[in-house]
């Protein structure tokens, strides 16, 4: 395998699928991006799934990356523990096929506390690669797990998980708040406000109850509950997440998600650098690949 003459990058997690074809020096040719995360792909779908990336992209080698490794995936990648750095995800891929690999999580085990990631690994170490993300550094990956990072000597040396997004996600579709979450969260006076509370005060379950009570009784406007509720998750995260320490937080993914963590940093007194966490996985991806 010419791995040299390119290849394809796949970041597939449950709900999405991204694929990248990059050229011998690791620049994106081509790309595209769907909603055929693991969870559409039906019992023994993957080849298929992996023929149809190939039919749009090029019959070239495919480097995976995210929950394809779970064992919800395509085949299972056993996570690799902290401290990892890129070495140690290089040297423990899995392999489907001849021309397919896939990038092992990250777990951590420690002080009462188990973890795992697979996906933001590559984000995060591609960053580093780079110099975008300090040797030594506190990183907030916001997505529906959010990571809170540590990174020592340009390795994860532990790292937390906030389910913050897919409870926003549960409480807008699913509970009694859901009429009143339709809108998209801005990092306005009324996030600042649900941030500041969720930065002070231990009482999340009971202040997300008194969001609806407050519309009820003309306390609150209802166009500013949305808003409101993904500060207070929000600030509730950044509380847990800041006590691992870091004036400076790198916030690495989406902008849509990032400005919001951002706004919630600041509003902590510490000081948020955003990153596209998009290429950042190619870095990453690329940095793996030259070491196959």
Known sequence: MRWRNGFIAVDWGTTNRRAYR??????????????????????????????????????????????????????????????????????????PGEREAIVPGVCFVGDGRADVMRGEEVQLLGAVATGQVPADALVCHPGTHNKW???????????????????????????????????????????????????????????????????????ARREDAASYTSGLLIGSDVRIGLSDGGATVCVMGRPELTRLYAEAIREAGATPNELDGEQSFLSGIGAIATRI
């Not at 994106?28 to 019992?43: M, N, R, T, V, Y």
């Not at 990336?53 to 690799?80: F, K, Q, T």
């Not at 997004?165 to 009429?179: M, N, P, Q, V």
């Not at 649900?194 to 969001?211: K, N, P, Q, Y």
Request: aromatic share 6%; with cysteine; glycine share 10%.
């Open 149 to 219: 990072v540590v990174v020592q000597r340009g390795r994860i040396e532990s790292f937390r998980t906030v389910m913050t997004g897919e409870l926003f996600s549960l409480l807008r579709k699913h509970s009694i708040l859901a009429d009143l979450l339709n809108a998209d969260a801005e990092p306005d006076d009324s996030f600042r406000r649900g941030v500041r509370h969720g930065l002070d005060e231990d009482d999340l379950t009971s202040e997300l109850f008194a969001v609806r009570a407050r519309v009820l009784l003309g306390e």
């Open 22 to 95: 990059l050229d011998t020096a690791g620049a994106c040719e081509s790309e595209f991006e769907d909603d055929q995360g693991i969870l559409s792909i039906a019992p023994g779908g993957f080849p298929d799934a992996i023929a149809e990336i190939r039919r749009c992209l090029g019959d070239l080698p495919l480097l995976l990356a995210g929950m394809v490794g779970s064992n919800r995936g395509w085949v299972e990648a056993p996570y690799v523990a902290c401290p990892a750095g890129l070495d140690d995800l290089a040297q423990n891929l899995a392999w």
